[in-house]
């Protein structure tokens, strides 16, 4: 009986977006979706995306018929190379599988539903997430039947890590929890560990045997340099981790409604990893036939023209380099405004976080009132989108932000 069905909340995250569309004032700033814009605010095709698409367009040899199960080989291969380094060790004994999904979404849930099916311990089952997370996280594993607890990860005062705080928890977690982890460029938070943090982390979650999980969705455009946002992840698996990735190339190729993901499961170094490997990606193939079949071929089929294409790759590296430098200077620009203005607080944790999102330390009335004086649109705990500012009005978001301060 639908009838009996209750209400659902509106997604808090696209329910911003469409009132954001909905104002008709020409001063508004929307700083809500994690999306980067160009400096005019609108959406920017990545140049190499343009030249892949013209191959594309003119490869006489396309059709539209299925790709495979675990989606286009030739993507996954160059995703597994992009994501454990072209030299890994897990790609050369053959310890990883990968298949091609739905954006990192579809990742994150395709490996919530296997570690739901498969994954035994001695005690509950149970997730761990960053406090704070992406939110889709918690619903994603909630909807496979994990059951969640988080570790504290953002330290108000400073505005940084909860170092001490993450650490006590994950030791205190049940043995072999699954931690979920972000990669790089920490969404909501823009705060990362530091490599010393990350060995300490890897350590202790090798000492617990807990299972970690990662979520990278901003390979090189964090930094501007993939290795450097390759980093924690290449690191676990030196240490002989067996693990999970989920990793989306919305963000990083400016394929947002394309959905180019990919999971990818590693074993840990031994003499029957090969095998092992191989029952995995059987059982994962399973998941994914009956979830969506086969995944969407034409965004996998754009990063896998750049990802292959030695000159495209290079192109591609200017473009993160375009979009994470653009960043930056308006981290730099927006820090200097609320310094030079006096604004009360302390600013220097805009340009110390990075990525996509900058944590301001506003409080959801602060929010909301901004939002009602001056039309600029930030999620209710304060996460800016740092692509939504740009040379035109990062002097009027700051202001708001004096003003709704000193208020
Ligand atoms: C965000 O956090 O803004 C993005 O990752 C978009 C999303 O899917 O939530």
Redesign the pocket.
Known sequence: DANAVPQAPEDP?FGLMAAFRRDPDPKKVDLG??AYRDDNAKPWILPVVKLAEDRLRNDPDLNHEYLPIAGLPEFTAASQKLVLGGDSPAIKEKRVTSLQTISG?GAVHLGALFLAKFYKTKTERLAYFSAPT?A?HFQIFANVGLAYKTYPYFDKQTKGLDFDGTFAAIRDAPEGSIIVLHACAH?PTGVDPTQEQWKKIAALIREKKHFPFFDT?YQGFASGDLATDGWAIRYFIEQGFELCIAQSYAKNFGLYGERAGCFHFVTSPASDAEVTIKRVASQLAILQRSEISNPPAYGARIASTVLNDPELFKEWEANLKTMSGRIKEMRTELRKKLEDMGTPGTWNHITEQIGMFSFTGLSEKQVLKIREDSHVYMTNNGRI?MAGLNTHNVDYFAKAVDKVIRE
Do not use: P
């Open positions: 995250l979706i994690g979404t992406w889709n969404n969705a989108s």
